[in-house]
């Protein structure tokens, strides 16, 4: 599979955050380990396929505000594209 490449926006409101990902490439059976930053937190969506072009937003559960950069790194943001190689 190609490398992972997408866009993300986050947006805040209290107790809820909202991390849209606009896929680039094929993104496949994306994980975002949200209990990684806070073991309370609940996520809407998990192991999201999405091809170039679509985009999903997720929506966050948590009292902590959490960063793009944390939500899209690993090891709290997986995909399937890498597994298996060095990305």
Do not use: W, Y
Request: net charge neutral; with cysteine.
């Amino acid at each position: 599979f190609c490398k992972p490449a997408f866009s993300a926006e986050v947006n805040h409101t209290p107790g809820l955050t909202k991390l849209t990902l606009a896929a680039q490439s094929l993104l496949r059976d994306v994980l975002i380990q949200v209990d990684r930053l806070d073991p309370a937190a609940t996520i809407s969506e998990n192991f999201v396929t999405l091809l170039p072009g679509e985009s999903m937003t997720f929506e966050i559960r948590s009292e902590k505000k959490l960063t793009k950069e944390a939500l899209t790194a690993a090891p709290v943001f997986l995909c399937a594209n890498g597994f298996g190689k060095q990305l």
